[in-house]
């Protein structure tokens, strides 16, 4: 499978922290490659193209020696990948670049870092199956292009037989090793397969070209689409360095990301056989998760769950999910959680009746990380936006409180305001203040709404010691001392 040389030279480079050149640039002239017989970009309508490179290489030698895949922005800070182009990569390892005149040697560029990946959780290495990732960018890429993912009711007719699609990124420019590149992307225009040609082992004909299909076992045609195209009877194909990338079609508004380049044959641009795409519109759900936006009409999208309380274990988290009061009554919920490396977890349910309340729960966690906790309500294949995110962390102590101001007054009473109190995904089962001095017994008092704590009985003149104590089942969080002297 020619399109994951790349990724697997390139997470080598990125573990050994080697400056040797990746696969992609290995026989050619130093700069990025192209799609093999495709048009020279740049193009206004690639202006979502992005390129993924190794973090180190770009800092060393710039970004037409690092990239080694291609990306979809479908928001300012969300990129839409290949999952084999960052499998078993860290976030800190990468950056994106966004380039208006598609040269990748170019200094009009955007780079920027990236702050998590989320990869299909069911993701197959061995036959590329949901092969499909999203990274989300530690700053927003201005000023650029984005491109909205299929929907499967609009996939109907942008991916039917013979539907006219595009794509582009900065893969090979020939058909075979050695590769032969340059830095500006190409872009090719194709057409989608049929079933028949693109799982069923049929073949397919096309401005007088028969291309040979793919039979059962080869691909799963629900996750993944066939396309290629002819240009002067030559074939037109994405190539190595080209995954990842962007396959788009429809006009206009209406245009839409319907693949991403994920494998092929060992040549490219051969009547053998098809390249092979990433059918985006089998994981709404999961772009969704991410928080990748959708533009479905207003009245067949769910609002936006709430997370009403989470409790957690050592290694688990309970999540408890609420609908929106209006909008479409969703089918399920999916809550994910994301940890400070990027890696995500995540969990589905079934959504009960309005207005009941479900419990989704994510295992296999690490205790005492704080992990950034989401939920989108899905209707039939409609997906929400994402709700509020909050910090969940599995057994993990209360936040630690504040004292934010005391007030004495006479006959022995302090009062105090205390912010900052919070279980950190768990209840807490206590919160106080509690003040002690020399030679006198300490004094409590409950926080209660408002932060607000009133602790009586001190003994005039005498200087105290005070404290917010708050517990939840994992154990206790004081908040630095704070003196004050009795009246």
Known sequence: MRRLALIVLAAAVAAAGALTAPASMAAGSGVGPRVVNGEPGPSEDFGFLVALGDRQRYQALGMDRAQFCGGTLSSPTLVITAAHCVDNLRARDLVVGSFPDGDLASEGGTVVTVSAIKVHPRYRADTQANDIAVLTLSRAVRGAQTLTPVTESEAVTLTAARAPATVAGWGAVNQRDPWRFTSVYRIGSLVVFPTSACGEGGSFTFDGVTFRGYGPGALDPRVMLCAEGVRGGTPVDSCVGDSGGPLAAGIGEERRLVGIVSWGLEECATRLGPGVYTRVAAFTGFLASAGVPFAPEPSDTPLAPRITGATVTASTMTITVAPASGGLAPDTYSVSARDPNGQVMSCTVAAPPRPDRTRCTISDLTP???????????????????????????????????????????????????????????????????????????????????GIALVSGLKRGATYSCVAIVTNGFGTTKSDKVRVTAR
């Open 368 to 450: 005492g990380v704080g992990y950034v906790v989401s939920a989108i309500a899905i209707a039939g294949d409609m997906p929400s936006s994402p709700s509020a995110e909050r910090i969940v962390t599995p057994a993990g102590l209360p936040a630690k409180p504040r004292i934010q101001r005391t007030e004495v007054d006479r006959g022995g009473f302090v009062g105090f305001v205390v912010t900052g109190i919070s279980g950190n995904g768990s209840p807490v089962v206590r919160k106080q203040v509690r003040c002690a001095a020399n030679r006198t017994a300490p004094r409590t008092a409950p926080i209660v709404s408002r």
